[in-house]
């Protein structure tokens, strides 16, 4: 998988706060790096992965991975986009914020910690209903629990696609490639 950090090249709008509410220990953010980090070690060498990459118009996805795919029919591959939300506490706010994310992504999952899973498996239908999968992600153990994850769809808005996948595969100052 090759890992591309948007924070390291780019001004990162959480930069504007106290950096010890979202970068320190049990944080959302190091909940995110230990997810990642699983992820990552699942995953092959056609997938690039994003960390808190801003989208206009869609506010920050936490983690978006981009998948080619090999089509038979045609010459051209296949790419599907997948966004994740990371939340700790307010699943609920966790939901609206992957349900932005289906206008440039194939599918959208919220990942919650193991231990807050059963609120968030009492709505299950309102995950359905919207489109949003919801994955609980056991970090010391480092296991996940995917409750639902939705079929891939076709993205909601193209202009937002194509700005996600030109951070993936395009031509920019984005110099922080690495394999996880």
Not at 82 to 105: N, T, V
Request: proline share 4%; hydrophobic share 35%; net charge positive.
């Amino acid at each position: 998988m090759m890992f591309k950090d948007y924070q390291e090249n780019y001004h990162h709008p959480v930069n504007n706060f106290n950096h010890a509410d979202f970068w320190g220990k049990n944080s959302e953010h190091e909940f995110g790096n230990h997810f990642v980090r699983w992820f990552g070690s699942l995953s092959d060498n056609k997938i690039v992965a994003i960390r808190e990459l801003p989208v206009p118009g869609s506010g920050i996805a936490d983690f978006v991975v981009v998948k080619r795919h090999d089509c038979a029919k045609t010459d051209q591959p296949r790419t599907t986009v997948q966004a994740f939300e990371f939340k700790i506490k307010d699943w609920r706010k966790g939901l609206m914020q992957a349900h932005r994310y289906k206008y440039f992504s194939n599918s959208s999952i919220l990942v919650i910690p193991s231990h807050t899973i059963k609120s968030a498996q009492k709505s299950i239908d309102l995950f359905k209903q919207m489109g949003v999968g919801l994955w609980a992600f056991n970090a010391s153990a480092g296991t996940v629990t995917k409750t639902f994850t939705p079929r891939p769809k076709k993205v909601l808005d193209t202009k937002r696609a194509a700005y996600v996948l030109d951070k993936a595969y395009g031509d920019h100052p984005c110099s922080c490639e690495r394999s996880l």
